[in-house]
T-cell receptor
Framework: EPEVTQTPSHQVTQMGQEVILRCVPI?????FYWYRQILGQKVEFLVS????????KSEIFDDQFSVERPDGSNFTLKIRSTKLEDSAMYFC????????????FGPGTRLTVL | KQEVTQIPAALSVPEGENLVLNCSFT??????LQWFRQDPGKGLTSLLL?????REQTSGRLNASLDKSSGRSTLYIAASQPGDSATYLC??????????FGTGTRLKVLA
């Protein structure tokens, strides 16, 4: 069964460094998402992406964050200058329909900022 | 603004009990609702998806119901087992291109 994959599973970085989290969505999906979950807190929406542009973003998704679909198969989340509070589990999701469809979630990347 | 609440926050039951987890949401104009399981430090495992036109979905020992008009969903787990111990998350999709998650119910099933 097709699934969303994410790499790496765990990333450790120093504060101020740039990180890129990678996701490979399910191949026929057109809608892509990033969520994050700070330890002990809710899963929160970051950004949705369709047709090579951002559909919606939350207030968390500030200028330090960017998303890209560089090659038609990968979907990346870049954090330009990481802060301690960026430490979280980041989940990628993909779906076939923006308005009413199901989203399929990847296993997550745990980001630790030291 | 859609808000999702899950009650109870934590639950501890002896093995074999049937139990009910509750999820409530403030805006009834939803497209679907999904229940997930999350083991400590791990990802999200989708358990059941209920479309807005459906009243319930079943998978094995799990049954999820949806009452859109009252803004409620329940996840029923029959004959609970220690392996069911995890956090259960409810997420609501309102067509604003994102899921809104509840804070979850931490379930512990005692052997």
């Amino acid at each position: 069964e097709p699934e969303v994959t994410q790499t790496p599973s765990h990333q450790v970085t120093q504060m101020g460094q740039e990180v890129i989290l990678r996701c490979v969505p399910i191949s026929n999906h057109l809608y892509f998402y990033w969520y994050r979950q700070i330890l002990g807190q809710k899963v929160e929406f970051l950004v949705s992406f369709y047709n090579n542009e951002i559909s919606e973003k939350s207030e968390i998704f500030d200028d330090q964050f960017s998303v890209e679909r560089p090659d038609g198969s990968n979907f990346t989340l870049k954090i330009r200058s990481t802060k301690l509070e960026d430490s979280a589990m980041y989940f990628c999701a993909s779906g076939t329909s923006g308005r009413s469809g199901e989203q399929f979630f990847g296993p997550g990347t745990r980001l630790t900022v030291l | 603004k859609q808000e999702v609440t899950q009650i109870p926050a934590a639950l501890s039951v002896p093995e074999g009990e049937n139990l009910v987890l509750n999820c409530s949401f403030t805006d009834s104009a939803i497209y679907n609702l999904q229940w997930f399981r999350q083991d400590p430090g791990k990802g999200l495992t989708s358990l059941l998806l209920i479309q807005s036109s459906q009243r319930e979905q079943t998978s094995g020992r799990l049954n999820a119901s949806l009452d859109k008009s009252s803004g409620r969903s329940t996840l029923y787990i029959a004959a609970s087992q220690p392996g069911d111990s995890a956090t259960y998350l409810c997420a609501v999709y309102s067509g604003t291109y994102k899921y809104i998650f509840g804070t979850g119910t931490r379930l512990k099933v005692l052997a």
